[in-house]
């Protein structure tokens, strides 16, 4: 699995967008590995909706996120997915959750990496015969009904 995510701002009072996207490996696509998914420390900006924040509104007035977005890995099916999130408009620009979620993201798909891959491959196969005794109960039967065919 790779995972890419990047931070834009555009200068003034735009809030920044993270874009990311999760692309899996094709061995991790045969495992039939289902989606991840994990609570992320990222707030969610009150309106998130809204591309700007303006002085002394929402964040800026500090008013608190309205939670935490959640992120998510694909399924073997999609094999690659990601998403685009309004972050809350910041002073520094600073987003240290961002990389610490991304290590949580990570840290439960290896977990269920680890699970597929512990399901260990199997192929079976099965043959039986007659039993001895039940062979020697009929064999005279068929012997006799043999020669009788040759004979005929």
């Given at each position: 699995?790779?995972?890419?995510?990047?931070?834009?701002?555009?200068?003034?009072?735009?809030?920044?967008?993270?874009?990311?996207?999760?692309?899996?490996?094709?061995?991790?696509?045969?495992?039939?590995?289902?989606?991840v998914?994990?609570?992320?420390?990222?707030?969610?900006?009150?309106?998130?909706?809204?591309?700007?924040?303006?002085?002394?509104?929402?964040?800026?007035?500090?008013?608190?996120?309205?939670?935490c977005?959640?992120?998510?890995?694909?399924?073997?099916?999609?094999k690659?997915?990601?998403?685009?999130l309004?972050?809350?408009?910041?002073?520094?620009?600073?987003?240290?959750?961002?990389?610490?979620?991304?290590?949580?993201?990570?840290?439960?798909?290896?977990?269920?990496?680890?699970?597929?891959?512990?399901?260990?491959?199997?192929?079976?196969?099965?043959?039986l015969?007659?039993?001895?005794?039940?062979?020697?109960?009929?064999?005279?039967?068929?012997?006799?009904?043999?020669?009788?065919?040759?004979?005929?």
């Amino acid at each position: 699995m790779r995972m890419e995510w990047s931070i834009e701002k555009k200068r003034g009072n735009l809030r920044p967008v993270l874009r990311y996207r999760v692309i899996l490996e094709r061995h991790e696509e045969h495992l039939a590995l289902p989606m991840v998914r994990i609570a992320s420390t990222i707030p969610e900006p009150p309106s998130s909706w809204q591309a700007f924040c303006y002085p002394g509104q929402f964040e800026r007035a500090g008013l608190p996120s309205t939670g935490c977005y959640d992120l998510e890995t694909p399924n073997h099916k999609r094999k690659s997915g990601g998403a685009e999130l309004r972050l809350p408009w910041r002073p520094d620009n600073r987003y240290p959750e961002v990389e610490a979620s991304f290590a949580a993201l990570r840290a439960a798909f290896e977990a269920e990496l680890a699970s597929a891959h512990d399901s260990a491959p199997m192929h079976l196969r099965g043959e039986l015969e007659l039993r001895p005794a039940l062979r020697e109960a009929i064999a005279p039967a068929v012997v006799a009904d043999r020669l009788l065919r040759m004979a005929g």
